[in-house]
Nanobody, 121 residues
Framework: QVQLVESGGGLVQPGGSLRLSCATS????????MGWYRQAPGKQREVVAD???????NVADSVKDRFTISRENVKNTMYLQMNSLKPEDTGVYYC???????????????WGQGTQVTVSS
């Protein structure tokens, strides 16, 4: 099994910044796309940004120019730098990745437990 650990969430005022991290604690044979998702109260989970193993990124229009996704393949770690935060960015942020834990495994998606981000004055 692949376990993901998110960190970096918290309470921040509008216009502030946070940096989320997502790390795996074990050796993984290969990781494909990694991504950040969020779920606001009463809403469905939505994709925020994702990044391929080659570094190509996709970012949701609602956060473009404010959020930056990155990854360190050597560390199996992904980041989400969030600037100019708005109250509508509030929600639980989840990291996800598609991975083959061993060379004998097929690829599947894994999810973290989520970290709360609250943007409020």
């Amino acid at each position: 099994q692949v376990q993901l650990v998110e960190s970096g969430g918290g309470l921040v005022q509008p216009g502030g910044s946070l940096r989320l991290s997502c790390a795996t604690s074990q050796t993984i044979f290969s990781i494909n796309t990694m991504g950040w998702y969020r779920q606001a109260p009463g809403k469905q989970r939505e994709v925020v940004a994702d990044i391929t193993s080659g570094g190509r990124t996709n970012v949701a229009d609602s956060v473009k120019d404010r959020f930056t996704i990155s990854r360190e393949n050597v560390k199996n770690t992904m980041y989400l730098q969030m600037n100019s935060l708005k109250p509508e960015d509030t929600g639980v942020y989840y990291c996800s990745l598609n991975a083959r834990p061993t060379k004998f495994s097929g690829g599947r998606d894994y999810w973290g437990q989520g970290t709360q981000v609250t943007v409020s004055s």
